[in-house]
Nanobody
């Protein structure tokens, strides 16, 4: 399976952006839970949000709860990350990642993913 992330850009604090992650490949995309991670310069990659393959659960990092929403459209194999009320601290390269399973602990750990998209840069100016 391959992931293609897009939608990043440069915005001002308070603005919104929507990131997209398109899942493709011979294995049905619906088998995979998909997550977003981000990595700011000089920092480790951190969990942002995840949605399970069965759409039964969504998990968010505390830093984005109430501002970001993850959703999924099985019809076009795309996972979206709607980001509202953006802050300068949200500036990072955002990566989508996929794995099988629905256990929250594993879904929040970057080390447990082997399938990654290429990343899309989000820059928020204050």
């Amino acid at each position: 399976v391959q992931l293609q992330a897009s939608g990043g850009g440069m915005v001002r604090a308070g603005d919104s952006l929507r990131l997209s992650c398109t899942v493709s490949g011979s294995t049905p995309a619906s088998r995979y839970s998909v997550s977003w991670f981000r990595q700011a310069p000089g920092k480790e990659r951190e969990f942002v949000a995840t949605i399970t393959w069965d759409l039964r659960a969504r998990y968010y990092a505390d830093s984005v709860k109430g501002r970001f929403t993850i959703s999924r459209e099985h019809t076009d194999n795309t996972v979206y990350l709607q980001m509202n009320s953006l802050k300068a601290g949200d500036t990072a390269v955002y990566y989508c990642a996929a794995r099988e399973g629905t256990t929250a602990w594993y879904l929040k750990q970057a080390a447990h993913y082997t399938i990654w998209g290429q990343g899309t840069l989000v820059t928020v100016s204050s």
